[in-house]
Structures are given as C-alpha cells and as structure tokens.
C-alpha cells in the first residue's frame, strides 16, 4: 500500500508532469512543424526546455526543497540525461514503430464537395510522445524520490550535521 506521503507527492509529481508534458508537446509539435528540423533536434529542444521548468517546480512544491543545492542540481541533471536519452531514443522508436497517420477535423460547406481542413494532428507524433514521456517518467518519479531530492541525515537531524556516527 502506497502511503499517504507518496501518494501526495505522485499527484504532485503528476500535476507538474502534466504541465510539463504540454510544454514539450507544444514544443517538439511546433518544431517539427519547420521542414528543416530534424525530430530527434526537435524533441531533444522540447525535453531540455521542459526539464529545466520541471525542476524548478519539483524542487519547490512536489518535494518541498528551498534551498539552492549545486549537488542536487548536478543530480538531477545527471538522472535527465539519462531518462532524457531514453525519452528521445524510445520518442525514435516510437516514431518507426507506429503507422504514420492524422487526426482530421475538417469543415465541409454544404453548397460544395470541398474539404477544408480545420485541425490536424499527427497522431504517430503524438503517440511516440506519449509512450516516450510515460518511459521517462517512471525513471524520473523513482530518481527524484530515491536520489534527486531525498532528505539527508542532516536536514531531518540539523543537530547531528558534522558528526560521526
């Protein structure tokens, strides 16, 4: 049974996400809209823009962190290099694995037989997103918990900091 910390911690960490997840969405899509980009530039772009708006906000509000802490700062980002990897590699593989089609939402006059397209989304796109950001997620909820923002002795005990036990 998960306990009533955690489990407040993951709806914040989801919250965060969430936001987070929009951000590179809006980000890679948009990027991706520009012939000359290439997707794994576009999503590498969208993922270091979101990750560094994703610390900042788990720091302060889902684990309660104020203070500036270089090492937890080095940390972090040695843990998002990694699920960063995984997120563009897994976001390729997505990409190659899921057919290529679109999501229309189209305007059709009564008066003519043409379509006009008013919305369209890239459903592979969006899909390898998804499956990418889920991979990176899990990775980044266990490594911020567990390393990234973990209390240490001294900041549950101040009184001990310095000592030998």
């Known amino acids: 049974m998960i306990s009533r910390e955690t489990y407040i911690e993951l709806t914040k960490f989801g919250i965060v996400g969430a936001m987070c997840f929009g951000m590179d969405l809006s980000i890679y899509y948009g990027l991706t809209m520009l012939p000359w980009i290439p997707t794994f530039i576009a999503k590498s772009i969208s993922v270091v823009s979101s990750t560094l708006f994703n610390y900042?906000?788990?720091?302060?509000w889902t684990w309660g962190q104020k203070n500036r802490d270089t090492k937890r700062f080095?940390?972090?980002i040695a843990l998002y290099s990694i699920s960063g990897l995984l997120n563009v590699l897994s976001n390729e593989f997505f990409l190659q694995w899921l057919p290529d089609n679109e999501f229309q939402m189209l305007i059709i006059?009564?008066?003519?037989?043409?379509?006009?397209?008013?919305f369209t989304i890239k459903l592979d796109k969006f899909l390898a997103a998804i499956g990418a950001t889920t991979v990176g997620?899990?990775?980044?909820?266990?490594?911020?918990?567990?390393w990234v923002f973990k209390e240490t002795a001294s900041a549950i005990f101040p009184e001990d900091e310095g000592k030998i036990h």
């Open 56 to 60: 900042y906000l788990n720091k302060t």
């Open 74 to 76: 080095a940390r972090y």
């Open 109 to 118: 006059p009564t008066e003519q037989a043409l379509q006009k397209p008013l």
């Open 137 to 146: 997620m899990m990775i980044n909820f266990i490594g911020q918990k567990w």
